[in-house]
Structure formats: structure tokens, C-alpha cells
T-cell receptor
Framework: SQQGEEDPQALSIQEGENATMNCSYK?????LQWYRQNSGRGLVHLIL?????REKHSGRLRVTLDTSKKSSSLLITASRAADTASYFC??????????FGKGTKLSVIP | DTAVSQTPKYLVTQMGNDKSIKCEQN?????MYWYKQDSKKFLKIMFS???????INETVPNRFSPKSPDKAHLNLHINSLELGDSAVYFC?????????????FGPGTRLTVT
């Protein structure tokens, strides 16, 4: 069953601007992960944040997690044209299953 | 070196045929998965294997049969292909339960059933 729900469905920004994508989920989780998918390619893991963490950074990426609101956000700072892709959140509950959302399609205009 | 590889990359076939997609990972991971991504980009788990044993078998028609000859391989065989099977199929692997570990994805196999 679908767990994560990204918002917005599509986002278009100018190069150099920041991009923020949100993810909401419904049940308790062990961790939440963000993935990127370039057109015609497989998914690439970006960040994993555990349920006892509130914020995590990786390069230009910043992820927050609010378990009380069952939501997460992915911030990409100083965006580049190469960041154009679909971004998915996925929730894990400690089992062998990750449940993916429908994704946010990000377009960065040079 | 490719971490998770799939063959073929593209597969065009007619309804009623039987086809297989192969997946191999060289990461030494214990767990492998098959996902189906539909035309709206929704990614849905189909199967999960841990140490060659089936862990998850979501509501998938029994025309789909995964086979794991060893920990590094997880193949997907599809019988009596239907138009609705057209999608991109992704293989993935993880070190342990994906609820706690990141997954590594293959490049995908685009299946078109005519």
C-alpha cells in the first residue's frame, strides 16, 4: 500500500534557487529515505534519516523529519540544471519493505 | 563496475509470450527486490528475497515468478504476458532489511507488450 505522498507533484525553479519538496506518511516508521531518479534511469539513494533524528545534511541536501506530524522535507540549495529529476521519499518500518511515494518532478531551468 | 545490473534494458514482445529479466548484484548484499514502475512513475514492490528465500510477495499475478539461484542473482520470469504488464521493472538490493538500509537500484528494464 502507498505510504509516502510527495508535495508538490511538480516544481520548476531557476538555477541557483533552493528547491523544497515535502513528504507526508501515515503510519509509524523506522526510517525515511529520499531517492532521485533521472529520466530513463534507476533510482539513486540520497539520504536515510532515522525516526530518532530530526535533521540530516549531505552536501547541498538537507532533510528534516517531524515524526509528530508524520512529514519530511528535502531541501536542495543552490540548485543546478543537473538536479533536474524526480525525487521520491520512501518509508521503512524495519522490515524488508520500503514504500515509495509518487514523487516530485523537479525542473531546474538554466 | 556496475553494482546492480539488469538484462535486457528493453524488451518488446507480444501478448501471450513468456519472457525473463535477469538481475545481478556485485555488492555482496543479502537482500534483493523487484519493483514495477508504471506510466505514472509509481513504484510498487513486487518481491523481496533475503538469502535466496522469498520474504515479500505482494499482490502480484502468479504469472510472475521470481527465481534466486544464489544471493547475487534474482531473475523474474513472466508467463502469458498481457498488455497491462507494460512498465519499467527495477531490480534492487540492500545490505539488510530495507526498512533500515538504503537500496541500490539497477537501470531498469522497459517492457512493452504489444
Amino acid at each position: 500500500s502507498q505510504q509516502g505522498e510527495e508535495d508538490p507533484q511538480a516544481l520548476s525553479i531557476q538555477e541557483g534557487e533552493n528547491a523544497t519538496m515535502n513528504c507526508s506518511y501515515k503510519t509509524s516508521i523506522n526510517n525515511l529515505q529520499w531517492y532521485r531518479q533521472n529520466s530513463g534511469r534507476g533510482l539513486v539513494h540520497l539520504i536515510l534519516i532515522r525516526s530518532n533524528e530530526r535533521e540530516k545534511h549531505s552536501g547541498r541536501l538537507r532533510v528534516t523529519l517531524d515524526t509528530s506530524k508524520k512529514s519530511s522535507s528535502l531541501l536542495i540549495t543552490a540548485s543546478r540544471a543537473a538536479d533536474t529529476a524526480s525525487y521520491f521519499c520512501a518509508t521503512g518500518a524495519g522490515s524488508y519493505q520500503l514504500t515509495f511515494g509518487k514523487g516530485t518532478k523537479l525542473s531546474v531551468i538554466p | 563496475d556496475t553494482a546492480v545490473s539488469q538484462t535486457p534494458k528493453y524488451l518488446v514482445t507480444q501478448m501471450g509470450n513468456d519472457k525473463s529479466i535477469k538481475c545481478e548484484q556485485n555488492l555482496g548484499h543479502d537482500t534483493m527486490y523487484w519493483y514495477k514502475q508504471d506510466s505514472k512513475k509509481f513504484l510498487k514492490i513486487m518481491f523481496s528475497y533475503n538469502n535466496k528465500e522469498l520474504i515479500i510477495n505482494e499482490t502480484v499475478p502468479n504469472r510472475f515468478s521470481p527465481k534466486s539461484p544464489d544471493k547475487a542473482h534474482l531473475n523474474l520470469h513472466i508467463n502469458s504476458l498481457e498488455l497491462g504488464d507494460s512498465a519499467v521493472y527495477f531490480c534492487a538490493s540492500s545490505q539488510g532489511p530495507s526498512g533500515s538500509h538504503e537500496q541500490y537500484f539497477g537501470p531498469g528494464t522497459r517492457l512493452t507488450v504489444t
